[in-house]
């Protein structure tokens, strides 16, 4: 599996490096995994683009230092401080962890062990209003981790976010927003994990789920120049 560390200069080509990576998984067929710290940055996903308030909602993220982002995915507006965790696997769609559902599974398990190994127990859900709602999300004290999937022909992509500090930050910057979006929003529901006990440093939160994701796989490192 290759370990992609670091991040690049600025968001809209640090997110070209995520694709790149899901672009040589679909080449190459061998397994590659990111966790890093993204830009300050509010990525929104479709729904929100095609919404009458986006505009306003754009506004509202930069008129608050954020770099707005779009992504492909159909997911709600996440905002990144720079303390939050982000990671993406890619796999071979043949890969043994076989359909959607049981990507989704395995994953939520791996990132699960990484949070409580940092002193927190998490569990499977999320709070009524959560920021970008889904299906697939952990909560203790609020929302503090979610997982999306992306398949395509030949690579299926597993991603998501882990708040490790800033809750209230991010509950800042998003209320605004979802209010111009008129997706319903409760700011308590945004949860940590320094908020639930656990640690405040996003390199350990990093460093834990490169353990958990890579599954004991032998990994070859290659870093992102911030240049």
């Given amino acids: 599996m290759r370990l992609l560390r670091g991040r690049a200069a600025d968001p809209e080509t640090d997110f070209q490096r995520t ?3 899901a672009e040589t998984v679909a080449e190459d067929r061998e397994p590659a995994l990111r966790v890093w710290r993204p830009h300050r940055q509010v990525a929104f996903g479709r729904r929100d683009a095609n ?3 986006y505009d306003q909602a754009c506004r509202a993220a930069r008129d608050r230092g954020y770099t707005v982002l779009e992504r492909a995915v159909g997911g709600r507006a996440v905002a990144y401080t720079g303390s939050t965790v982000s990671f993406s696997l890619a796999v071979p769609t043949e890969d043994p962890r076989g359909t959607i559902d049981d990507r989704y599974e395995w994953a939520k398990a791996a990132v699960k062990r990484a949070i409580d190994d940092r002193s927190i127990t998490a569990r499977t859900g999320e709070p009524d ?3 970008c709602p889904g299906s697939h999300s ?6 503090i ?3 999306a999937q992306r ?3 030949s690579v299926a992509v597993v991603g998501g976010i882990v708040v490790v500090r800033d809750h209230e930050a991010i509950a800042e910057v998003l209320a605004p927003i979802y209010e111009a979006l008129d997706v ?5 529901s945004v949860g940590s994990v320094a908020n639930a006990g656990g640690t405040d440093d996003p390199e350990r939160v990093i460093a834990a ?3 958990s994701l890579a599954d004991g796989r032998d990994v070859s490192v290659s870093t992102i120049r911030e240049t």
């Fill in 184 to 188: 319903p929003f409760d700011p308590q």
């Fill in 145 to 147: 981790a979610g997982l």
């Fill in 129 to 131: 209003a959560a920021f």
């Fill in 19 to 21: 694709r790149e990576m």
């Fill in 138 to 143: 952990l909560q203790a004290d609020g929302k």
């Fill in 51 to 53: 919404s009458d308030g």
């Fill in 151 to 153: 398949v395509r022909q």
């Fill in 209 to 211: 789920l490169e353990r």
